[in-house]
């Protein structure tokens, strides 16, 4: 199986990238809304000049609600915890 996906030009985020800023939303109120998570997706895919298609984020949004196990629309660092642990 071939798991590498020549992404051109755009650079992803690394995981300790992605690790500091959840650190660093966590800790503004302990949680990382729907419209933080978001504006952080876009404010990326505009940097690389990336149009994220609908399905993907229809996907996103997806698995921010099954992360979301209170439904409040924020994810605290618990909820991410154990949306990781299932992953």
Do not use: M, R, Y
């Amino acid at each position: 199986v071939n798991d590498k996906v020549d992404h051109g030009e755009v650079k992803l985020p690394t995981p300790k990238e992605v690790e500091a800023w959840v650190q660093k939303e966590l800790a503004k109120d302990g949680s990382i809304s729907k419209e933080e998570a978001a504006d952080a997706i876009t404010e990326w895919a505009d940097s690389q000049g990336v149009t994220i298609p609908k399905e993907v984020w229809e996907a996103l949004e997806a698995a921010f609600d099954a992360a979301d196990t209170n439904g409040d629309g924020k994810l605290t660092g618990e909820e991410l915890a154990a949306a990781v642990k299932k992953a």
